[in-house]
């Protein structure tokens, strides 16, 4: 059932009424896990990997394995487990994961099985609808989530960069020196940035828009946009 069907079904309840039955409903695990696309992805055979394959994979596969694990996320764990993964206290906050092969096997059994309590199911199991490829792009999204507050030493410089970047996109003169300077500040400060899991490398806001960011006008506002996004995101 979705969101919108069930709010039109009870027209008469009011905002606070929806969300509180809507909360009942996820609790109780009563929701379809949506499909995550995952042909991007190089395969992984039938039998389940002990590890996560994508945490030590080519960057370009790794790359894909976070942007395909984002969507995976967003559709399938976030509705209990938090935007950005950031929990909201219904369930554990899993950038906090372990990024290690104990880690990796305690997120592979919840993540097929879920957990049932008393006979109430608080996360409904995924095995049989998604399959480990979808599984471990979400735990490569999940684990390179940046370590709480790991940005906020650059806050500051950031929203400058942020700044000249729009300048930039609207049409003030920046030259390729001025861009690739500024790219790699960005690089150096990504690097700087940890994951709470341990997990080797960082995906944050810094290390994408650095890959974003190129000569072109649209290119510095997608950087910028970045930049914006998640400055607000951490306030
Ligand atoms: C309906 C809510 C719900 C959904 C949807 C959900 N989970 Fe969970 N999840 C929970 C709850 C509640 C727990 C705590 C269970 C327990 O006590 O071990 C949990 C536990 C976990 C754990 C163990 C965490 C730890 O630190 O012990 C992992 C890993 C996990 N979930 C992954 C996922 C992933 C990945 C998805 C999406 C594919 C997902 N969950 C979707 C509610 C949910």
């Given at each position: 059932?979705?969101?919108?069907?069930?709010?039109?079904?009870?027209?008469?309840?009011?905002?606070?009424?929806a969300?509180?039955?809507v909360?009942?409903?996820?609790?109780?695990?009563?929701?379809?896990?949506?499909?995550?696309?995952?042909e991007?992805?190089?395969?992984?055979?039938?039998?389940?990997?002990?590890e996560?394959p994508?945490r030590?994979?080519?960057?370009?596969?790794?790359?894909a394995?976070?942007?395909i694990?984002?969507?995976?996320y967003?559709?399938n764990?976030?509705?209990?487990?938090g935007?950005?993964?950031?929990?909201g206290g219904?369930?554990?906050d899993?950038?906090?994961?372990?990024?290690?092969?104990?880690g990796?096997e305690?997120?592979?059994?919840?993540?097929?099985?879920?957990?049932?309590?008393?006979?109430?199911?608080?996360?409904?199991g995924?095995?049989?609808l998604?399959?480990q490829?979808?599984?471990?792009a979400?735990?490569?999204?999940?684990?390179?989530?940046p370590?709480?507050?790991?940005?906020?030493?650059?806050?500051d410089?950031l929203?400058?960069?942020?700044?000249?970047?729009?300048e930039?996109?609207n049409?003030?003169?920046?030259?390729?020196?001025?861009?690739?300077?500024v790219?790699?500040?960005?690089?150096a400060?990504?690097?700087?940035?940890?994951?709470?899991?341990?997990?080797?490398?960082?995906?944050?806001?810094?290390?994408?828009?650095?890959?974003?960011?190129?000569?072109?006008?649209?290119s510095?506002?997608?950087?910028?946009?970045?930049?914006?996004v998640?400055?607000s995101?951490?306030q």
């Open positions: 059932m979705s969101l919108t069907a069930t709010l039109f079904r009870r027209p008469a309840l009011g905002l606070v009424g969300v509180a039955f909360s009942v409903v996820y609790a109780h695990g009563e929701v379809t896990p949506q499909p995550v696309n995952t991007a992805l190089p395969d992984l055979g039938e039998e389940w990997l002990p996560n994508y030590n994979a080519e960057k370009e596969v790794w790359l394995a976070i942007e694990g984002a969507s995976g967003n559709q764990c976030a509705r209990c487990h935007l950005g993964a950031v929990s219904l369930a554990p899993l950038r906090y994961l372990e990024a290690s092969d104990y990796d305690w997120y592979v059994e919840r993540f097929v099985h879920g957990y049932t309590q008393n006979g109430v199911t608080k996360m409904p995924f095995g049989d998604l399959d490829k979808a599984a471990w979400i735990r490569t999204y999940v684990e390179t989530r370590d709480e507050g790991a940005l906020d030493a650059h806050n410089r929203k400058q960069i942020r700044d000249q970047l729009a930039w996109s049409g003030t003169a920046a030259d390729a020196d001025g861009i690739a300077a790219q790699a500040e960005l690089a400060i990504a690097e700087q940035v940890e994951t709470a899991s341990g997990a080797p490398i960082a995906d944050s806001i810094a290390a994408k828009a650095a890959r974003e960011l190129g000569d072109s006008p649209e510095m506002k997608r950087a910028a946009e970045t930049l914006t998640g400055l995101a951490a």
